[in-house]
């Protein structure tokens, strides 16, 4: 059985930083893809953040600059480095991970974000 289990959300003042952390449990083949996700209420789960198993990575327009994502394939976790964390960041954060079983995602972390 795999579990994905997410760390490090909380609450912040505008400026502020935090940094997400992903631990993927259980027996899975090759990771592919990780990836962090977000969802305010009453909007979609936009992608915030993705690196691919080779170490490429993506962002989101709103937040490059100011995000940084990071793996460990050897520890199978996934983090975000949020810096300058704006009032419209605040959601809740998923993490996501893409493997040959296939797609998994955690319960998710809030993030909140005071001005």
């Known amino acids: 059985q795999v579990q994905l289990v997410e760390s490090g959300g909380g609450s912040v003042q505008a400026g502020g930083s935090l940094t997400l952390t992903c631990v993927v449990y259980?027996?899975?083949?090759?990771?592919?893809?990780m990836g962090w996700y977000r969802q305010a209420p009453g909007k979609q789960r936009d992608l915030v953040a993705g690196?691919?198993?080779?170490?490429?990575?993506h962002y989101a327009d709103f937040v490059k600059g100011r995000f940084t994502i990071s793996r460990d394939n050897d520890k199978n976790m996934v983090s975000l480095q949020m810096n300058n964390l704006k009032p419209e960041d605040a959601a809740v954060y998923y993490c996501?991970?893409?493997?040959?079983?296939?797609?998994?995602w955690g319960p998710g972390t809030q993030v909140t974000v005071s001005a």
């Open positions: 259980g027996t899975i083949a090759p990771i592919f893809g």
């Open positions: 690196v691919a198993r080779t170490g490429a990575r």
């Open positions: 996501k991970i893409e493997a040959v079983q296939g797609a998994y």
